[in-house]
């Protein structure tokens, strides 16, 4: 089918670069098999959490190309939220036919939930939140496992014990990030105390910036950006600072100008091609369960640690195999890290105000 466009100007998903003549012709004996793909996310060009995802089914895209087997399309759409118009777009949306439609905003899920409950011959997938429905499987990544390393690592390279982490909103799939950051930087160091400030939106690079600055000006030396764009303002504060930052979801420092590289220790990277290539073929070999959820952590290889030459020339070798350490626990499960999802707004409070200085 045809797919109309949700938006005037809105980005579709690769889909010329998807669907390009590259493609190579199947044998006559092969079936080749169509699948269609939804993708809504918030908003495309934020260089980190939504266009993870579209590039994450870009290269999926390109593997399943290469097999000759399945011929995948995908098409975006943006809700943008905070608009107001969420429910109409979210309706615009689940109007395109697809096969499977991967949703990866969590603040629409009260709007996107009933929606779905009209569409019981289509699956979905969600990501970083829970919902019931037959025909529903949440996607949870485990940020707070790599969270927890890179609260280690910022309390083993802070010389006045006092690190920070800017979130982007008050959410839980963020309260999960900074729980783990939190609980790794005690696990380092005990007594480390953690700023934790919210910029209330994933783009305002202006306000990531004054909520760095400010942490910086109580003794911070290093923040922590979780928050999409609005992150790179505190990476930019940490330049002009003289601090370290902590980038997010992808490895910063391909994001951020050659000066500010050296600024940015590590990134706390969750791995979208890898979440989306699992996904994919379990759904295209009938694995899925949908009815049901699934973590993905650092035992499979979904979430970790950026290990490039920045971190290997910033970090001290016993701090990286303290680190190293620290990971091979997390990952065979002899530590393990408390999740947000699994504490009360209480019990993340009462964590929150235990470190603050």
């Not at 290997?312 to 701090?319: A, E, F, G």
């Not at 350490?325 to 990952?331: G, P, Q, S």
């Given at each position: 089918?045809?797919?109309?466009?949700?938006l005037?100007?809105?980005v579709?998903l690769?889909?010329?670069?998807?669907?390009?003549?590259?493609?190579?012709?199947?044998?006559?004996?092969?079936a080749?098999r169509?699948?269609?793909?939804?993708l809504?996310?918030?908003?495309?060009?934020?260089s980190?959490?939504n266009?993870g995802?579209?590039?994450?089914?870009h290269?999926?895209?390109?593997?399943y190309?290469?097999?000759g087997?399945?011929?995948?399309?995908?098409?975006?759409?943006?809700?943008?939220?905070?608009?107001?118009?969420?429910?109409?777009?979210?309706e615009?949306?689940?109007?395109?036919e697809?096969?499977?439609?991967?949703?990866?905003?969590?603040?629409?899920i009260?709007?996107?939930?009933?929606?779905?409950?009209?569409?019981p011959?289509?699956?979905?997938?969600l990501?970083?939140?829970?919902a019931?429905?037959?025909?529903?499987?949440a996607?949870?990544f485990?940020?707070?496992?790599?969270?927890?390393?890179c609260g280690?690592?910022?309390?083993?390279m802070?010389?006045?014990?006092?690190?920070?982490?800017?979130?982007?909103?008050?959410?839980?799939p963020?309260?999960d990030?900074a729980?783990g950051?939190?609980?790794?930087?005690?696990?380092?160091?005990?007594?480390?105390?953690?700023?934790?400030?919210?910029?209330?939106?994933?783009?305002?690079?202006?306000?990531g910036?004054?909520?760095?600055?400010?942490?910086f000006?109580?003794?911070?030396?290093?923040?922590?950006?979780v928050a999409?764009?609005?992150?790179?303002?505190c990476?930019?504060?940490?330049?002009?600072?003289?601090?370290?930052?902590i980038?997010?979801?992808?490895?910063?420092?391909?994001?951020?100008?050659?000066?500010?590289?050296g600024?940015?220790l590590?990134?706390?990277?969750k791995k979208f091609?890898?979440?989306?290539?699992?996904?994919?073929?379990r759904?295209i070999?009938?694995?899925?369960?949908?009815?049901?959820?699934?973590r993905?952590?650092?035992?499979?290889?979904a979430?970790?640690i950026?290990?490039?030459?920045?971190y290997?020339?910033?970090?001290?070798q016993?701090i990286?195999?303290?680190?190293?350490r620290?990971e091979?626990?997390?990952?065979?499960?002899?530590?393990?890290?408390?999740?947000?999802?699994e504490?009360?707004h209480t019990?993340?409070d009462?964590?929150?105000?235990?470190?603050r200085?």
């Amino acid at each position: 089918m045809r797919v109309k466009m949700l938006l005037k100007g809105i980005v579709t998903l690769m889909a010329v670069v998807l669907l390009a003549g590259c493609q190579r012709a199947p044998k006559a004996s092969e079936a080749v098999r169509d699948l269609k793909i939804n993708l809504i996310v918030d908003f495309l060009g934020d260089s980190s959490y939504n266009d993870g995802f579209a590039r994450g089914l870009h290269l999926a895209q390109e593997k399943y190309r290469d097999s000759g087997k399945i011929n995948l399309s995908v098409s975006a759409f943006e809700l943008l939220g905070g608009t107001g118009n969420e429910k109409e777009k979210v309706e615009s949306a689940f109007k395109e036919e697809s096969d499977l439609t991967i949703i990866t905003n969590q603040i629409a899920i009260p709007i996107l939930e009933p929606a779905i409950a009209y569409y019981p011959e289509r699956d979905f997938i969600l990501i970083d939140a829970e919902a019931t429905g037959s025909n529903i499987y949440a996607a949870i990544f485990n940020p707070n496992e790599a969270a927890f390393l890179c609260g280690a690592l910022a309390a083993k390279m802070s010389e006045t014990g006092i690190i920070g982490i800017v979130i982007g909103m008050d959410i839980p799939p963020l309260h999960d990030f900074a729980v783990g950051y939190i609980l790794g930087a005690l696990e380092a160091r005990p007594e480390c105390k953690v700023i934790i400030s919210t910029v209330g939106n994933f783009f305002d690079a202006a306000i990531g910036y004054e909520l760095a600055a400010r942490q910086f000006e109580r003794g911070a030396d290093l923040c922590f950006g979780v928050a999409g764009g609005a992150g790179l303002g505190c990476i930019k504060a940490a330049g002009d600072f003289g601090r370290y930052a902590i980038g997010v979801d992808i490895d910063q420092t391909e994001q951020v100008e050659p000066e500010l590289r050296g600024v940015i220790l590590t990134s706390c990277l969750k791995k979208f091609d890898t979440l989306i290539s699992v996904l994919l073929d379990r759904y295209i070999d009938g694995t899925l369960s949908f009815g049901e959820s699934g973590r993905f952590g650092l035992k499979e290889g979904a979430v970790g640690i950026a290990r490039n030459q920045y971190y290997h020339n910033l970090v001290p070798q016993s701090i990286q195999s303290e680190i190293d350490r620290l990971e091979e626990k997390v990952a065979s499960g002899e530590i393990r890290v408390r999740t947000a999802f699994e504490m009360t707004h209480t019990q993340i409070d009462e964590l929150f105000r235990s470190v603050r200085p």
